[in-house]
Antibody, heavy 117, light 111 residues
Framework: QVQLQESGPGLVKPSETLSLTCTVS????????WSWIRQPPGKGLEWIGY???????NYNPSLKSRVTISVDTSKNQFSLKLSSVTAADTAVYYC???????????WGQGTLVSVSS | QSVLTQPPSASGTPGQRVTISCSGS????????VYWYQRLPGAAPKLLIY???QRPSGVPDRFSGSKSGTSASLAIVGLRSEDEADYYC????????????FGGGTKLTVL
């Protein structure tokens, strides 16, 4: 049974960097698309980006200048860094696994990250 | 504002058939597969339909997807109270080096 679990600080100060890790259990990192998606309060889903098991990445054009997604195959983890955060980045952040970029069959439970001083 | 346009709300009574639309363009729905997600209250999204009309294992056949041109639809027949949820369409978009788009979501209410 594949399981994904997000972890990281629940509170980040404005202008700082949000860092989250997704730990994968029940399967190896390859050969899938490992994605981050977020949902701001009261709003819809927003795709942040993915890293393919080979290491190639693709990001939401609106976030591209601030996002980095990386993978650590030895730990079966992949991570999200979002720099220069503002209150608009407050959201539930989900990690997910897909066989195609938009076909996300497994999701973590989500973690709420608030941006506030 | 999402490039994939969904109605913000939909409703139906138990047993009815409900459809949710998703409108896009040639760079996304018109040229790529459509996916549908269900997000029950308090839960993570769940893949409901992949590659326009395929159901993952465990998804009831009450749910079906279709695509025509630059639009897609999710149909639910035999509506049940447990179907009350938010539904999102998604697709790959070929513009700007390619990226995934989600629709704005449709809140389905079972009356």
């Amino acid at each position: 049974q594949v399981q994904l679990q997000e972890s990281g600080p629940g509170l980040v100060k404005p202008s700082e960097t949000l860092s989250l890790t997704c730990t994968v259990s029940g399967d190896s990192i390859s050969p899938y698309y490992w994605s981050w998606i977020r949902q701001p309060p009261g709003k819809g889903l927003e795709w942040i980006g993915y890293i393919y098991y080979s290491g190639s990445t693709n990001y939401n054009p609106s976030l591209k200048s601030r996002v980095t997604i990386s993978v650590d195959t030895s730990k079966n983890q992949f991570s999200l860094k979002l720099s220069s955060v503002t209150a608009a980045d407050t959201a539930v952040y989900y990690c997910a696994r897909g066989i195609e970029a938009a076909s996300l069959g497994y999701w973590g439970q989500g973690t709420l990250v608030s941006v506030s001083s | 504002q999402s490039v994939l346009t969904q109605p913000p709300s939909a409703s139906g009574t138990p047993g009815q058939r409900v459809t949710i639309s998703c409108s896009g363009s040639s760079s996304n729905i018109g040229n790529n597969y459509v996916y549908w997600y269900q997000r029950l209250p308090g839960a993570a999204p769940k893949l409901l339909i992949y590659r326009n009309n395929q159901r993952p294992s465990g998804v009831p056949d009450r749910f079906s997807g279709s695509k025509s041109g630059t639009s897609a639809s999710l149909a639910i027949v035999g509506l049940r109270s447990e179907d009350e949820a938010d539904y999102y369409c998604a697709a790959w978009d070929d513009s700007l080096s390619g990226h995934v788009l989600f629709g704005g979501g449709t809140k389905l209410t079972v009356l």
